[in-house]
């Protein structure tokens, strides 16, 4: 049965996500993560097509023919130094798994080798990916361009959610992560002893305005029925007491659900900053960064995601985030469902003390494999495809 065959590999994944909770890699430097799963996959039997184009992450299949399913993990850590205190702590220094993609492979691991045992079953192909740079926003892309899903039919993924208890998965249709936009700004002035202003220009009295004038595109700009978040997260300027620096600049990132809103958030930051440095007579140079779109789960997919995840495991309706993740690269391409996955944790993503329950790890497994299968029994079926948007079957 497959529950015992999960039940037989519980410690080995459990095993395999401390092993890669220790070592650590960043975005794009994941070369011995990689190593690590190919070796893993190869060992229980998986095809390795992982493009030659495609520096770092995985790629693996099982079955033949069409359709193609896609099950995406990411696999790159933090610039973060951990204070968690687990036996199995970073021993990559300032570097950790503080978003919980260990917890993603472990999981995908898990599923590769029972869907490897049950092989003959498939009605189709199973791709992996594992995917490198999802921190960093480019990775999906790379696998995109690297040809890394050509010829997917369709693609799941999940995160691990640590304010879900262990065992739920959280799924909806639309919108479950924010589009993600970056933005550096930097004000350059004409510096001057701090007790002769007026030879000068502040950038830092400009800088100082900004950070409150910014905070009116949502209050007073966004339509108060669709979500958006601007957040100035770092700011600098000068380096001693007594003196006006020339420059001083802050970054910071916005966060929108709608496409609308995303439009409106990025004409009224210039304006906003272009008239502030205009009254405070500075000159101005905004860095706009484009970041993930939504992620954006396929209707159709998603109800048939569901309805397969209640039959195995606890669905519940989840509340969308505003973190973002470059998973939506792929769901504007390709019919796509990604979920949350319950890890009760003990604190919240990117957090230096960030502990996961290892419990979740089946139900991940489980989740990829119980939703390959029905996929692939859908897709043979039905035919279903999304081209741009439009449902079709």
Excluded at 147 to 166: M, Q, Y
Excluded at 285 to 290: D, F, L, P, Q, T
């Amino acid at each position: 049965m497959v529950e015992s065959s999960f039940a037989e590999i519980k410690d080995e994944i459990i095993e395999t996500r401390h092993y890669l909770h220790q070592h650590p890699e960043l975005s794009d430097q994941e070369v011995e993560t990689s190593r690590f799963i190919t070796e893993y996959l190869l060992n229980i039997g998986y095809r390795i097509i992982t493009p030659v184009g495609l520096k770092t992450g995985v790629i693996a299949e099982i079955g033949e023919g069409k359709p193609v399913v896609g099950l995406r993990s990411d696999i790159d850590a933090l610039p973060i130094k951990e204070a968690t205190e687990l036996p199995y702590s970073s021993e990559n220094e300032g570097v950790m798994h503080a978003c919980g993609h260990d917890f993603h492979m472990a999981s995908l691991l898990g599923a590769a080798r029972v869907l490897k045992e049950k092989e003959a079953d498939l009605v189709g192909t199973v791709r992996l990916i594992f995917q490198p740079a999802e921190e960093t926003h480019v990775g999906a892309q790379e696998v995109e361009e690297a040809g890394g899903i050509e010829g997917v039919d369709a693609i799941i993924g999940f995160h691990n959610k640590p304010d879900l208890a262990t065992g739920e998965i959280g799924i909806l249709p639309g919108g479950l992560m924010a589009a993600v936009d970056q933005f550096k700004v930097t004000f350059k002035g004409v510096g001057t002893h701090a007790a002769m202003p007026q030879f000068g220009k502040d950038p830092i009295i400009a800088l100082a305005g900004t950070v409150s004038a910014v905070q009116t595109i949502v209050s007073r700009n966004e339509d108060p029925q669709k979500t958006a978040v601007v957040s100035i997260t770092h700011i600098e300027g000068g380096s001693t007491w007594n003196v006006l620096p020339e420059n001083a600049w802050f970054e910071g990132t916005v966060r929108t659900f709608d496409k609308q809103a995303r439009q409106v958030a990025k004409e009224r930051f210039y304006k906003v900053i272009e008239g502030q440095a205009a009254s405070f007579g500075v000159d101005v140079e905004i860095e706009w960064i484009e970041g993930p779109n939504v992620v954006d789960n396929d209707p159709k997919l998603t109800e048939i995601v569901s309805e397969e995840t209640q039959k195995h495991l606890q669905l519940v309706k989840p509340t969308p985030s505003n973190a973002g993740e470059d998973f939506a690269y792929f769901s504007q391409k390709i019919p796509s469902v990604f979920a949350f996955v319950g890890s009760n944790g003990n604190s919240d993503w990117h957090h230096s003390d960030l502990r996961v329950d290892d419990e979740g790890l089946l139900v991940g497994a489980k989740w990829y494999y119980y939703t390959a299968l029905r996929l692939l029994s859908e897709l043979k079926t039905t035919g279903y495809v999304r081209i741009i948007g439009v449902n079709s079957k």
